[in-house]
């Protein structure tokens, strides 16, 4: 069993930047790949980020390629999300996702945990 918990989020203008945090429990967190997913108001979930077990595999949604970067630290069972630029259509609920495999998925029904999410308003 894995518990995630999220934080970092908050109101910036567009622009701005916000760096996402996702803190894991348990002794296994290196064995997982972890994805950032979001979702707005009246929208269904969709994919942001993703990145391997291990690192070595990073993946984005076209839309934040070169805005957003996904990083990981197993030593301190954690992944981030750093978000530069932000835009005002980047506003949404930002939940972070564990999936039991060294590859990430951009299918949110593959992951396996998730935490309660954290809410990115950017005002414009």
């Known amino acids: 069993q894995v518990q995630l918990v999220e934080s970092g989020g908050g109101l910036v203008q567009a622009g701005g930047s916000l760096r996402l945090s996702c803190a894991a429990s348990g002794r296994t967190f290196s064995r997982y790949a972890m994805g950032w997913f979001r979702q707005a108001p009246g929208k269904e979930r969709e994919f942001v980020a993703a990145?391997?077990?291990?690192?070595?595999?990073?993946y984005y949604l076209d839309s934040v390629k070169g805005r957003f970067t996904i990083s990981r630290d197993d030593a301190k069972n954690s992944v981030y999300l750093q978000m530069n630029s932000l835009k005002a259509e980047d506003t949404a609920v930002y939940y972070c996702a564990a999936k039991r495999a060294l590859s990430w998925s951009t299918i949110y029904s593959l992951y396996d945990y998730w935490g309660q999410g954290t809410q990115v308003t950017v005002s414009s």
């Open positions: 990145i391997s077990s291990g690192g070595s595999s990073t």
